[in-house]
């Protein structure tokens, strides 16, 4: 018997407890009163049920994650941080399979059970970072995706457009870009050929755009564009999106949605946050992640992404419960839409990946991010957070 009852929590959605049976690893029923003679039952009155938490963007090969304290050695400036990394990531073992499977086992414990990784790909690391993060996902419940990321430009580090393409043909699953104005200093080439990988390849897209002002805007607009015309409407995503403050998002937002072009947020530091609310009305997809946890580039991050919707949700100066609900879209549905998941959620049918939360309501969930009462992948639980 595989049968699984979870009794008396309030299903995320549904506004009122309920029973949700799993069979087989799936979801089966999800009601009031239950009955499975026979099956296992565990306990969730007073807790609100969510699907798997879905960290959206980070970088898992950079993690310094479980090593002892590395002090932060970089400027303020991105070409500071870029060149930092480049410095002492030899030097510091990075990439390394156990601190990366360190905070997969982390994430987890907190109810992620879907990542989005950016795994550098340039001529000096080849494609060790790749493997890396399969090694350490092979050891892992969640399910993790890569976006095969050129840290260092493509166009100005010459052998790195191949490896894009070989970590492709090695089944990664996403291919990335950077700036392909600020600093690949030609946004037509660096588009043509990102956009013409993951046509060939089938691939989804993750662009990470720190580019503001006017440039950015632009290159936002070639970036829908492409999509519009390649078809590739939900299968791109912009992180970060700097230049989307609220007077380009009014002129951007209609856009972004009708293309199928998603963003991803980090909310770290000072860094611009697109205006959830505002993007979110006009039906664009918003997702969020850590960015770096604990690494070259800062020391800071968890793995939760409960707390990293708080981020969000404070970043986005949020005070009203339905606008923090939206952070927690933004961590839930949000990424799991990004990532093109197409079986995911509390739904009867869809794989049992949920977290059981102490709280009331999504809001308070998203505020107080408490310990974890259960994490469920695929109907197995997991450890979580005591």
């Known amino acids: 018997m595989n049968d699984v009852v ?14 949700i049976l799993v069979r087989d690893g799936l979801i089966a029923r999800v009601e009031a009163g239950v009955d499975a003679p026979g099956a296992r039952e565990i306990d969730l009155s ?30 303020d400036t991105l070409a500071g941080r870029i060149g930092n990394d480049l410095r002492r990531r030899g030097e510091l073992g990075v990439p390394s399979v156990e601190r990366i499977s360190a905070l997969l086992e982390t994430m987890t414990r907190f109810g992620t059970t879907h990542v989005r990784t950016h795994t550098d790909i340039d001529p000096e690391v080849g494609l060790r970072g790749v493997e890396a993060v399969r090694e350490a996902a092979s050891r892992s419940p969640a399910d993790v995706r890569q976006v095969a990321f050129p840290q260092h430009g493509v166009l100005i ?17 996403a ?23 993951a046509e060939r390849y089938g691939a989804h897209v993750d662009i990470h755009l ?43 937002a209609d856009g972004l949605a009708e293309a199928g072009v998603a963003l991803a947020t980090a909310a770290v530091y000072s860094f611009p946050v697109p205006p959830v609310k505002r993007l979110r009305a006009a039906g664009v997809t918003i997702a969020c992640g850590h960015d770096g946890i604990r690494d070259l580039w800062g020391p800071y ?6 707390e990293r919707a708080m981020h969000l949700a404070y970043r986005s100066t949020f005070r009203r419960d339905e606008d923090i609900e939206l952070a927690l879209e933004a961590a839930t549905y949000g990424g ?25 309501t999504p809001a308070q969930a998203v505020v107080t991010h408490p310990p974890r009462t259960l994490v469920m992948k695929n109907g197995i639980p997991l450890p979580s957070t005591p």
């Open 6 to 19: 979870l009794r008396g929590g309030t299903p995320w959605g549904l506004g009122a407890p309920a029973d």
């Open 46 to 75: 007073g807790d609100l049920v969510l699907p798997g938490l879905v960290e959206a963007h980070c970088h898992l090969d950079k993690t310094l994650y479980g090593g002892p304290w590395v002090p932060h050695s970089a400027d």
């Open 157 to 173: 580090n010459p052998g790195t457009a191949e490896l894009l393409e070989e970590a492709l043909k090695s089944g990664v699953e």
């Open 175 to 197: 291919i990335g870009g950077l700036d392909p104005a600020g600093i690949d200093r030609d946004p037509v080439r660096h588009l043509d050929l990102i956009f013409g990988l």
């Open 210 to 252: 720190h580019d503001g002002g006017s440039l950015g805007v632009w290159e936002l607009e070639l970036i829908i564009e492409r999509t519009r015309v390649l078809g590739l409407g939900g299968r791109v995503t912009v992180s970060h999106a700097y230049a989307l403050d609220d007077a380009a998002a009014a002129r951007l």
């Open 301 to 306: 991050g968890t793995g939760d992404m409960l």
């Open 336 to 360: 799991a839409r990004a990532l093109g998941l197409t079986d995911y959620g509390l739904t009867p049918g869809n794989p049992a990946d949920l977290v059981a939360i102490p709280a009331t």
